[in-house]
């Protein structure tokens, strides 16, 4: 619970909002300070705000390439595909046999992760993990579980295994790799959003896991043109996840 308090403080656009409400304290004691530190966050959110920045800090968090699978790994024996959220009780795949909740599907990130798992799955014949766990008022509904419906429904790829208790990148390794090494595989490929790649990889790593990075969605450095320093709110949202992998890859290494 701390953890996502200090989460929530730090990345915007809350850290932006406590950085006003400061500046607005400062104003009535020290003008000139509560000026400059207004100045400061106007600058940052305009810049968070545009594709040219957003662009560049995604770069340096893509540093795998895309997979070749005109060379595909001759040792690795599973895939694993990491969840990204929830579609909870989703209103138009309700249907007489659904649980009291309705159905639930993945989320927009974990979607994009599925379709990707599944390609690969179809190209290669090699079976799928799903991982990621969840509760909602106290009943079972793990991000796993949801990906794995759709993959089966939707792409039409079984899948193997769920791995259904994690709750963040650490575990969701620490977890997956108990379920594989207990069939005997060491080496995956390991499908996230390229710009969550290299936190992922190092926590599979950590885990005991041989990894084969297999990246999805990368985002492009921005070509620049003027229309890249319009702000988007497109841009202010890759700016937010560029910002919380940064971190999040920070904290990875302390640890």
Request: some cysteine; overall charge neutral.
């Amino acid at each position: 619970m701390l953890r996502d308090i200090l989460k929530i403080l730090v990345l915007p656009p809350t850290s932006l909002l406590v950085g006003l409400l400061a500046a607005a304290l400062l104003l009535h004691r020290w003008p000139r300070l509560g000026r400059g530190l207004l100045w400061v966050l106007l600058v940052v959110f305009y810049l968070i705000c545009t594709p040219f920045l957003a662009g560049e800090l995604m770069v340096q968090l893509q540093p795998y390439p895309a997979l070749r699978l005109d060379h595909p790994d001759p040792g690795a024996q599973a895939i694993v595909v990491l969840g990204a959220g929830h579609y909870y009780s989703a209103p138009e795949y309700w249907h007489a046999e659904a649980p009291p909740y309705g159905v639930d599907q993945s989320g927009s990130l974990g979607l994009q992760r599925a379709q990707y798992a599944a390609y690969l799955a179809k190209a290669l014949g090699l079976p799928i993990l799903t991982s990621g766990g969840g509760m909602v008022d106290d009943v079972e509904r793990p991000v796993a579980r949801s990906m794995k419906h759709t993959l089966e429904n939707d792409f039409q790829v079984p899948v193997r295994w769920t791995e259904e208790r994690s709750h963040n990148t650490a575990s969701n390794a620490r977890l997956s790799a108990e379920i594989l090494q207990a069939a005997g595989i060491r080496r995956v490929y390991l499908v996230t959003h390229a710009w969550h790649m290299p936190r992922s990889v190092l926590a599979f790593e950590q885990a005991g896991m041989e990894v084969v990075p297999a990246p999805t969605r990368f985002v492009s450095r921005a070509t620049p043109e003027w229309s890249d320093f319009l702000p988007t709110s497109k841009a202010f949202t890759t700016s937010y996840y560029a910002i919380h992998e940064g971190l999040g890859l920070i904290w990875s290494r302390l640890r």
